[in-house]
């Protein structure tokens, strides 16, 4: 069983930045790929960003590109997601995700943190 705990979010102007965490434990975490994904109110959960379980591959949603950076601290099994230039249309609950592959889909994903909020200001 892997546990997620995300951390990080909070309030921001727009064009300001947020570093999220999300701190994995449990069974093998440190072999899963990673995924954050966000959900707005009456939205579907949509993909953000990936990463392997080695950290060499990565994946972003067109929204997140140039803007958003995924990395993973093996050290610590924690990955991070670094947002920049952030935009009121990024305010959603964001989630830390682990799954076998590094995916876009949230079907691929076992196991999920709770969630922590991020709200962009105009």
Do not use: H
């Not at 705990?5 to 093998?28: D, I, M």
């Amino acid at each position: 069983q892997v546990q997620l705990v995300e951390s990080g979010g909070g309030l921001v102007q727009a064009g300001g930045s947020l570093r999220l965490s999300c701190a994995a434990s449990g069974g093998t975490s440190s072999r899963f790929a990673m995924g954050w994904f966000r959900q707005a109110p009456g939205s579907e959960r949509e993909f953000v960003a990936a990463i392997s379980g080695n950290g060499l591959l990565t994946s972003y949603a067109d929204s997140a590109k140039g803007r958003f950076t995924i990395s993973r601290v093996a050290a610590k099994n924690t990955v991070d997601l670094q947002m920049i230039s952030l935009k009121p249309e990024d305010t959603s609950l964001y989630y830390c995700a682990a799954g076998a592959e590094t995916s876009m889909s949230k079907e691929d994903y076992v196991y999920w943190g709770q969630g922590t909020q991020v709200t962009v200001s105009s």
